[in-house]
Nanobody, 123 residues
Framework: QVQLVESGGRLGQAGGSLRLSCAAS????????MGWFRQAPEKEREFVAT????????YYVDSVKGRFTISRDNAKNMVYLQMNNLKPEDTAIYYC????????????????WGQGTQVTVSS
């Protein structure tokens, strides 16, 4: 089992920056693709970014390309999401997830999920 705990979500301003962190325990993340997803009120959970176990493959949803950066530190069992130039439409609960498939955009391919952290961006 992999336990994931997100942190770093808070109220931010449009144009500002936030850094989300995801701490893993239970198992090493070395063999897991990691992803960030988000869910806004009354909307489905949406893929944001994913990174392969070694960090060599990274994918983003088009709406965050050039603004968000996913990274990982396997030695610390941590995954990060640096969010720059925030927009009100980035407001959502952000979830960290782990997949044995590797770097994937598909929700159903992630077996482990955190509880989420709230990001609110004011205009």
């Amino acid at each position: 089992q992999v336990q994931l705990v997100e942190s770093g979500g808070r109220l931010g301003q449009a144009g500002g920056s936030l850094r989300l962190s995801c701490a893993a325990s239970g198992r090493s993340l070395d063999n897991y693709g990691m992803g960030w997803f988000r869910q806004a009120p009354e909307k489905e959970r949406e893929f944001v970014a994913t990174i392969s176990p070694g960090g060599g493959l990274i994918y983003y949803v088009d709406s965050v390309k050039g603004r968000f950066t996913i990274s990982r530190d396997n030695a610390k069992n941590m995954v990060y999401l640096q969010m720059n130039n925030l927009k009100p439409e980035d407001t959502a609960i952000y979830y960290c997830a782990a997949s044995q498939i590797g770097a994937t955009r598909l929700v159903r391919q992630y077996a482990y999920w955190g509880q989420g952290t709230q990001v609110t961006v004011s205009s």
